[in-house]
């Protein structure tokens, strides 16, 4: 990896991070059943369809690592969803959900100082995962650190001593009532991580459908934050949409009829006390002309350019909010059946729509429509009281992972 992630906009660090948590999700995620989606800006670099890459969006000078995954803001922390976990009781729901889904992290992760077993073991038996105490909330979202400690495997996973320093994974599993499903699952066009080690299975997961991931950035930049660390009484907010929803619209394609119901029936408009996004659209603190005290978009957005220099590349503060308003004030007037295409605009498709040929495989038509709700709709699948199947070894040929755990 060193000599592959070898640039200050895509190092070693932010290789290994994605690697590890590549690794980590894809036997997390190994009960489909679950309906397992991957949110957040991990999937970034796996959104773009092939061909929609514009030329003047890019770092120069990275032969090697395609500039999908370059571009994003740096992820450090791992989001996903398990989207078939519901139940018309509340109550039950959260309690189905929380069960499920810590027990497919405390599956694949050891708890601390364990020793003596395959449990834990990853990454073909490089690190063991460790997981202590998870947060978990009454709607039964899950929410903590899973350690990642490099091991020497020369000694069998029974036997596994330390030799270097552990890498935090954060990790936020979030239940279907905070992750909308707007025409389906999307496809991921490719991996999550550019780089293709020997015995290592890439990660191709489905993903929360872009019109939702863009709708919820879009939305809560307009409202009160929410939640979040403030900088003493300095008014602050959540910079990083910023750059991840001119990322989307500058590479991804976007369904009108479906962005427009995404924005519409957001669930994160009633906690912000909103009814709708503004019309025209503005970022809340913008400017000193509403009510609310003015925001330092422009330093929040400069300060994280220097822990992610591939963000020297987007445009300034003006340039990136004459973007996303622009899309946003052109939505409502957008023709049905019409997709923006980055760098066109909205256009009308002839053939398939878009929602269509990026739909994650095995999700028919019928069965998307039927998902396209914001709120769970009915029961879907109850998890097993019993232990799962393990994950399948995704790493080294099966005669190799054989008898020594889940190691890849």
């Given at each position: ?50 061909g ?12 090697d ?40 992290v ?39 650190i ?157 300060a994280?350019?220097p ?80 232990p ?13 992972e ?7």
């Open positions: 990896m060193a000599a592959r992630a070898r640039y200050p906009e895509f190092n070693e660090r932010r290789a290994l991070q994605q690697v590890l948590m590549s690794d980590l999700a894809h036997r997390i995620t190994a009960d489909q059943d679950l309906g397992w989606l991957l949110i957040g800006s991990l999937a970034l670099p796996a959104r773009p369809a092939e929609d890459w514009p030329a003047d969006f890019g770092v120069p000078g990275l032969p690592i395609p500039q999908q995954y370059v571009m994003p803001r740096s992820a450090f922390d791992l989001d996903l969803c398990a989207s078939a976990v519901t139940d018309p009781d509340p109550g039950r729901a959260a309690d189905l959900y929380r069960d499920a889904v810590e027990g497919a405390r599956r694949v992760a050891a708890p601390p100082g364990h020793t003596g077993s395959a449990h834990g073991i990853g990454l073909g038996g490089l690190v063991r995962y460790t997981a202590g105490e998870l947060n978990t909330f009454p709607n039964g979202q899950v929410m903590g899973v350690t990642a400690t490099p091991v020497d495997p020369r000694f069998g996973p029974r036997h596994t001593p330390t030799v270097d320093d552990s890498i935090p994974i954060e990790i936020d599993i979030k239940p279907p009532a905070k992750v909308a499903i707007t025409g389906g699952p999307d496809t991921a066009h490719r991996p999550i991580t550019p780089i293709d080690l020997p015995g290592f299975t890439p990660f191709q997961p489905p993903l929360n459908p872009a019109v939702n991931q863009l709708a919820d950035k879009l939305t809560l930049l307009t409202g009160k934050p929410r939640g979040l660390r403030g900088e003493g009484d300095r008014p602050w907010h959540r910079y990083k949409d910023v750059y991840d929803a001119y990322f989307m619209l500058r590479t991804c394609r976007i369904d009108a009829d479906h962005m427009r119901e995404a924005v519409k029936n957001n669930w994160n408009l009633e906690p912000m006390g909103m009814d709708r996004v503004p019309v025209p659209y503005r970022f809340y603190g913008q400017d000193s002309n509403g009510p609310e005290p003015v925001v330092p978009w422009k330093e929040g957005l400069d994280l350019r822990g992610s220099p591939q963000l020297h590349q987007y445009p300034g503060w003006d340039g990136m909010r004459e973007t996303l308003g622009d899309f946003m004030d052109s939505l409502p007037a957008a023709p049905a059946g019409s997709t923006w295409v980055p760098g066109q605009g909205w256009k009308l498709q002839h053939a398939q729509t878009t929602s269509e040929t990026t739909r994650a495989p095995g999700v028919s038509a019928k069965a998307a429509r039927s998902r396209s709700t914001t709120t769970p709709d009915g029961p879907r699948r109850r998890p097993s009281g019993g799962a199947t393990p994950p399948p070894a995704p790493g080294a040929a099966p005669q190799q054989r008898g020594r755990g889940h190691g890849r």
